[in-house]
């Protein structure tokens, strides 16, 4: 019966790693995905990523029009994905499941046109967010180099793989918490 017992638990412990392993792996491929989008200006692709929910804060086409605007005030940003340290339990609610992501990566903001002189402005908001020790900039090319630890939300449909993203670190998404579950929430952050 112990032998049984044990046998259980290790099948169990190699299925959980397993499918952890898979999770973590497909949500490389949908960040790098998702990075590459906004890097190269493809909102629309970007939009689609989203969790629809979203849209009922801010609608896509204002949603876009602020992502564009902030290219044509002057502000350049990249990120390039490094790695994802770490993922949560997948939770279940409802008809959704969420997922946790945490994800380290090298935002790049470059700041010209309209922006080109708010570099004093905008360094300590970097600070706050990002931590001082994390955001360097160099004066020669009017640009900031952030060495960022971020999360991402994960929502699908139970019955599907295809899921959709919250940066829950974007202004947009402050408000997203209400579109939660409370307990899920609390369960994520375990």
Request: glycine share 4%; proline share 2%; charged share 25%.
């Amino acid at each position: 019966m112990k032998r049984i017992a044990i046998l259980l638990l290790l099948s169990f412990t190699i299925t959980t790693g397993f499918a952890q392993t898979h999770l973590k792996q497909h949500f490389e491929k949908d960040i790098i995905s998702y990075t590459n989008a906004f890097n190269q200006k493809e909102w629309n692709k970007v939009t689609q990523m989203m969790y629809p929910r979203m849209f009922e804060m801010m609608s896509k086409e204002k949603m876009i029009l602020v992502l564009e605007q902030m290219d044509n005030l002057g502000i350049k940003m990249t990120t390039d994905f490094r790695s994802i340290d770490k993922i949560s339990q997948v939770v279940e609610n409802g008809k959704e499941k969420y997922c946790k992501i945490l994800y380290y990566g090298v935002i790049n903001v470059k700041l010209s046109g309209l922006m080109s002189q708010g570099s004093a402005l905008i360094q300590p908001q970097f600070e706050q967010e990002f931590g001082k020790k994390n955001v360097k900039y160099n004066e020669s090319s009017n640009s900031f180099t952030i060495q960022a630890h971020r999360s991402m939300l994960a929502v699908a449909d139970k019955k599907s793989d295809n899921w959709k993203y919250i940066d829950v670190n974007s202004p947009q998404a402050k408000g997203l918490k209400r579109l939660i579950p409370v307990r899920v929430q609390e369960q994520l952050n375990e």
